[in-house]
């Protein structure tokens, strides 16, 4: 009887387990995919398998930025050109910003920055699932499937660059451009001359501190960029930003 009672009440955790996991990794998948179909002619099952190839059976720690060459294959990047922002410290002003005013389009904008932004994922070897915990952190292995991702579609993103290309940095930093950031390791080495006209700096400062569009680092900024390439600075308040994005009657040129 004790042999039988005991049979009775394992039952229920063999079959839990296995389910939890299972929701987990439905969950990733299903936002993934929610957030896919908001762009109507996405092909998402297409982009999910590609998405997949990158990462899923790999140690989590060697997935190189090529490793995504399929997926951005799967979904390549349409350039707006005249309307494309960068951003290196200043995500949630720019991204406040093209939420509320239709003047500009940054990377997390576009199909693959929206899907995956705010999201963590990995594989490992011997099995083909997707994991969303346990996972390394970007000091933990440079080659991880996450910041690898960012690499890739950044890098991807700036060869499009076309026309006046707008990048805001943040002017309360010591460094506005820091080489290290995504903008200064990859983006801006990207900008052609061929496609690009002019980089527009946007220092975006606060009320008791305004930097200054003649700081040293953004003289190094200057030198980065391809040779044939105009370059512009302004100063302007978070504060200003903020209000202007607000104001549904005031025109994107009005703002800085």
Request: net charge neutral; charged share 25%.
């Amino acid at each position: 009887m004790v042999a039988v009672l005991l049979h009775i009440l394992f039952i229920p955790v063999a079959i839990c387990v296995p389910r939890q996991q299972k929701s987990e990794h439905e969950t990733f998948k299903d936002k993934f995919f929610t957030r896919c179909e908001r762009f109507n002619e996405a092909n998402c099952p297409k982009i999910w398998e590609a998405f997949q190839q990158a990462y899923v059976s790999r140690d989590h720690c060697e997935v190189p930025a090529e490793a995504y060459d399929a997926l951005i294959a799967a979904a390549p990047f349409t350039p707006p050109c005249n309307r494309m922002i960068f951003w290196s410290s200043t995500k949630d002003v720019a991204h406040d910003f093209t939420e509320k005013k239709d003047c500009f389009v940054t990377l997390e904008d576009t199909l693959l920055g929206e899907v995956l932004d705010g999201l963590t994922w990995c594989g490992k070897e011997g099995t083909k699932e997707t994991f969303t915990s346990g996972c390394p952190g970007r000091k933990a292995c440079v080659t991880n499937p996450v910041r690898s991702f960012w690499d890739r579609v950044s890098a991807a993103y700036a060869d499009m660059a076309c026309g006046e290309v707008t990048v805001m940095l943040n002017g309360s930093k010591p460094t506005p451009f820091y080489p290290q950031s995504t903008f200064g390791r990859i983006e801006v080495k990207r900008l052609d001359a061929t496609r690009v006209k002019t980089l527009n700096v946007v220092l975006v400062t606060q009320e008791n501190k305004v930097a200054n569009c003649k700081q040293a680092s953004l003289k190094d900024l200057q030198m980065e960029l391809d040779k044939g390439i105009k370059y512009n600075c302004k100063e302007v308040l978070q504060s200003q930003i903020n209000a202007c994005s607000s104001d549904p009657t005031a025109p994107c040129g009005s703002c800085w």
